[in-house]
């Protein structure tokens, strides 16, 4: 099973529109992380937003908040007011604590590319 | 400050060709990763290290897929020989321990094998 499931190939939205984009994991560990990467088509990978397991509020950065739904096990990214500038291929990813509490390795889901139109 | 710094930024080579790839992680940063992007599969993770030593190589693809960290400011993925399915973009990426899971990318090198 994938542990990471990203629904959504590609989204539009408007300039200046909020966006959610899905995310949801899998796991039997009751510590985790979650993660949001954005890939513009430049290439390189930026790291966004981070939500631990035991982490009671939703994380927000700038115009970035992550919907923490832990019984559904979901965590989709929400971007506020869109800019053009957003535009990019997005990555949900999951990091486990592992049998040792000690990995550090990252899931990735297959993405979504998301088109913010003016 | 510097971020994670990778080279070559594009390689273009013949199969059956020895390829090394480089990357600088930041800083004072406890582990270094390296990725292996293409349409069909995602991103992958090949190997992981953690103070200059290998901790996870579960994701190196075969024998002709090595990687190195001499020391906390260099290592290197080399592939020998190298065969057109390897044809791939190659991401170095570092992070904390401090702050596990968050890390940060390099720009990534485009490797196109012949």
């Known amino acids: 099973a994938q542990k990471i499931t990203q629904t959504q190939p590609g989204m539009f939205v408007q300039e200046k529109e909020a966006v959610t984009l899905d995310c949801t994991y899998d796991?039997?560990?009751?510590?985790?992380?979650l993660f949001w990467y954005k890939q513009p088509s430049s290439g390189e990978m930026i790291f966004l937003i981070y939500q631990g397991s035991y982490d009671e509020q939703n994380a927000t950065e700038g115009r970035y908040s992550l919907n923490f739904q832990k019984a559904r096990k979901s965590a989709n990214l929400v971007i506020s007011a869109s800019q053009l500038g957003d535009s990019a291929m997005y990555f949900c990813?999951?990091?486990?604590?592992?049998?040792?509490?000690?990995?550090?390795?990252?899931?990735f889901g297959k993405g979504t590319l998301l088109t913010v139109n003016p | 400050d510097a971020g994670v710094i990778q080279s070559p930024r594009h390689e273009v080579t013949e199969m059956g060709q020895e390829v090394t790839l480089r990357c600088k992680p930041i800083?004072?940063?406890?582990?270094l990763f390296w990725y292996r992007q293409t349409m069909m599969r995602g991103l992958e993770l090949l190997i992981y290290?953690?103070?200059?030593?290998?901790?996870?190589d579960s994701g190196m693809p075969e024998d002709r897929f090595s990687a190195k960290m001499p020391n906390a400011s260099f290592s290197t993925l080399k592939i020998q020989p190298s065969e057109p399915r390897d044809s791939a973009v190659y991401f170095c990426?570092?992070?904390?321990?401090?702050?596990?899971?968050?890390?940060?990318f390099g720009p990534g090198t485009r490797l196109t094998v012949l």
């Open positions: 990426a570092s992070s904390l321990v401090a702050l596990p899971g968050t890390q940060y």
């Open positions: 990813a999951m990091r486990e604590a592992g049998g040792g509490g000690s990995n550090y390795k990252l899931t």
């Open positions: 796991t039997s560990d009751q510590s985790y992380g």
């Open positions: 290290f953690n103070n200059n030593v290998p901790i996870d």
């Open positions: 800083s004072g940063h406890d582990y």
